[in-house]
């Protein structure tokens, strides 16, 4: 089945630890997006790609770092220059030069102790 | 992009017709409206979107006023499984490397009572 993997779904880590989440899609898209949701929030960008070994930063990108290797894989390190990294973090491809529709995959709840 | 208003939240009794209101009163001429919706701890889901005509599609119709400054989500039979948060985005698909992505507000929480 085609989609979006994130994993894992819940993910607790040790304060000033780097940590690097994961998010895998098989629908051939070219872009990818990471988001971060903080409770009762919406969702606020924090890097997007739009095609393989590019990428830009979003609106809250201190403290992260991605890369695109290939065009499947889009991960996003939250590294230990991130204040306050405990937050739901969601994961989303989108297809043609456009991107009307977003995929989004089902999600990491980083907790970080 | 244009910003959007949207009630905190509403409730709908199961089986009715669930109306959400959106308002981009700024809305410039190339801004398509945009609507998805997030069940608690999932991903938002696409819905339906428009620039100015009516849309509809299996999930729901997308109404938007003539002068183009408000839009209503309707979903036609309201289930329980359509409780949900519901984002109303405004957004003017570019190819530049900037303005590309999708703003998430607050959005409207929707709940469908038995």
């Known amino acids: 089945d085609g989609g979006i ?3 894992p779904k819940y ?3 040790k304060e000033g630890q780097n940590v690097t989440l994961s998010c895998e899609q098989n629908l051939n898209h070219d872009a990818m997006y990471w988001y971060r949701q903080d409770p009762g929030q919406g969702l606020r960008l924090i890097y997007y790609s739009q095609i393989v070994n590019d990428f830009q930063k979003g609106d809250i990108a201190e403290g992260y770092s991605v890369s695109r290797e290939k065009k499947e894989s889009f991960p996003l390190t939250v590294t ?3 204040k306050n990294p405990t937050a739901f973090y969601l994961c989303a491809s989108g297809s043609g030069l456009f991107v009307n529709e977003q995929f989004f995959g089902p999600g990491t709840r980083l907790t970080v102790l | 992009d244009a910003k959007t208003t949207q009630p905190p939240s509403m ?4 089986g009715r017709a669930a109306n959400l209101p959106c308002n981009h009163s700024t809305i410039s001429g190339n801004e398509y409206v945009y609507w998805y919706r997030q069940i608690h701890s999932q991903g938002p889901q696409y819905i339906i979107h428009g620039l100015k005509n009516n849309e509809t599609n299996e999930m729901a119709s997308l ?3 003539e002068d183009r400054k408000s839009s209503t989500l309707i979903l036609p039979h309201a289930t329980l499984r359509d409780t949900a948060v519901y984002y109303c985005i405004v957004r003017a698909p570019t190819l530049k490397n900037t303005g590309n992505q999708f703003y998430f507000g607050t959005g409207t929480s929707l709940t469908v009572i038995p």
């Open chain 1, 5 to 7: 993997t994130q994993s």
């Open chain 1, 11 to 13: 993910l607790f880590r």
């Open chain 1, 80 to 82: 230990s220059a991130q």
């Open chain 2, 11 to 14: 409730d709908c009794a199961e």
């Open chain 2, 63 to 65: 109404i938007i006023t």
